[in-house]
Nanobody, 124 residues
Framework: QVRLVESGGGLVQAGGSLRLSCAASGRTFSDYVMGWFRQAPGKEREFVAAIKWYGGSTYYSDSVKGRFTISRVNVNTVYLQMNSLKPEDTAVYYC??????????????????WGQGTQVTVSS
């Protein structure tokens, strides 16, 4: 059974940093793309960042480019380092796994598995 478990969310002041973690288990993800999405109250879920497990290619939304960094370590952990946080970054952040695939997807339909989400709140 595939499981994705996020951690690392919390409350931070604007300009601060947080690192989200996603622990993946239940299968080999070497041929998968791992992504982070977020959903703010009253808004649709939006793509944040993604990384190809094999090769490490990354892709970011324009809203976080230059501030967030996605990375993968060992065989089952993905990080999202978030710097220079803004109040508009406040949302529930979800880890997702999509595959097997060779290309990065930026829409929810491109992902098969989802975590339960972790809340990030940025105060002004």
């Amino acid at each position: 059974q595939v499981r994705l478990v996020e951690s690392g969310g919390g409350l931070v002041q604007a300009g601060g940093s947080l690192r989200l973690s996603c622990a993946a288990s239940g299968r080999t993800f070497s041929d998968y793309v791992m992504g982070w999405f977020r959903q703010a109250p009253g808004k649709e879920r939006e793509f944040v960042a993604a990384i190809k497990w094999y090769g490490g290619s990354t892709y970011y939304s324009d809203s976080v480019k230059g501030r967030f960094t996605i990375s993968r370590v060992n065989v089952n952990t993905v990080y999202l380092q978030m710097n220079s946080l803004k109040p508009e970054d406040t949302a529930v952040y979800y880890c997702a796994a999509g595959g097997p695939r060779s290309g990065i997807a930026t829409i929810s339909d491109g992902y098969n598995y989802w975590g339960q989400g972790t809340q990030v709140t940025v105060s002004s």
